[in-house]
């Protein structure tokens, strides 16, 4: 059973900062793309971040990019998304999800398993 565990989502306030994790369990982990996805109420799921299956190589959304940081590590199936400079907008509920078809993709039909997700409340 397939299984992708976010944690690390909480109250901050604007300019701070947050880690969030996600660990996989059922899977072949380096076998799978990853990416972060974000949701707030009342607007469709959004793209964050990507990063390829060795982690070579990394994808941010225009919003996001120089402020949020993905990475992986193989070892303990677990992907991050380091998130600095937090701004009101990115309050949302996050997800993590894995491809295993495409090395990357910025389209959530494209993936194949999701985490129930982790709420980031960021305060102005």
């Known amino acids: 059973q397939v299984q992708l565990v976010e944690s690390g989502g909480g109250v901050v306030q604007a300019g701070g900062s947050l880690r969030l994790s996600c660990a996989a369990s059922g899977l072949t982990f380096a076998a799978y793309a990853m990416a972060w996805f974000r949701q707030a109420p009342g607007k469709e799921r959004e793209f964050v971040a990507a990063?390829?299956?060795?982690?070579?190589?990394?994808y941010y959304a225009g919003s996001v990019k120089g402020r949020f940081a993905i990475s992986r590590d193989n070892a303990k199936n677990t992907v991050y998304l380091q998130m600095n400079s937090l701004r009101p907008e990115d309050t949302a509920a996050y997800y993590c999800?894995?491809?295993?078809?495409?090395?990357?993709?910025?389209?959530?039909?494209?993936?194949?398993?999701w985490g129930q997700g982790t709420q980031v409340t960021v305060s102005s």
């Open positions: 990063i390829t299956r060795s982690g070579g190589s990394t």
């Open positions: 999800a894995g491809c295993t078809y495409y090395s990357r993709s910025f389209l959530p039909h494209d993936y194949d398993y």
